[in-house]
């Protein structure tokens, strides 16, 4: 039988027995890491025209219908995300964006509708 590292070191009387083990437990023990506090997960995606990535509620989400068509908001499928806010400069990258997104399933005619409707709604907040 081996002799525990603290018998050999110092003679321990029976009152102080408890205290060393504890004492020794603890230093067997792997330290603790310290944990971040836990921050709400943010649903982010990507502007397909300015490729920047902004939380769900400032973008509109265009997506591929099955009968070939796009529309707006919640459809299954492939979809591709654009900033609400932006320019007539942010709008020119909106056809490539789209079309990149969607892998090819849009019109030209459909681009044009959603350019002249952003046109529209960016007319209204003045």
């Not at 081996?2 to 102080?16: D, G």
């Not at 025209?49 to 099955?66: D, I």
């Not at 490539?96 to 960016?122: H, K, N, V």
Request: net charge positive; proline share 6%.
């Amino acid at each position: 039988d081996r002799m525990p590292a603290w018998q050999l070191v110092s003679p321990v009387s029976a009152s102080t027995l408890p205290a060393m083990e504890l004492a020794l437990l603890k230093l067997r023990q792997k330290p603790q890491r310290a944990r971040r506090p836990k921050t709400p997960a943010v649903r982010a995606r990507t502007c397909v025209a300015c490729r920047l990535t902004q939380p769900v509620e400032t973008l509109v989400r265009y997506g591929a219908s099955a009968d070939g068509g796009v529309q707006t908001g919640a459809v299954g499928g492939r979809g591709a995300w654009i900033c609400q806010s932006g320019d007539e400069a942010h709008d020119l990258l909106i056809g490539d964006g789209l079309r990149r997104g969607l892998r090819g399933r849009i019109a030209a005619a459909e681009i044009e509708q959603i350019l002249i409707e952003r046109q529209r709604q960016r007319s209204e907040r003045g």
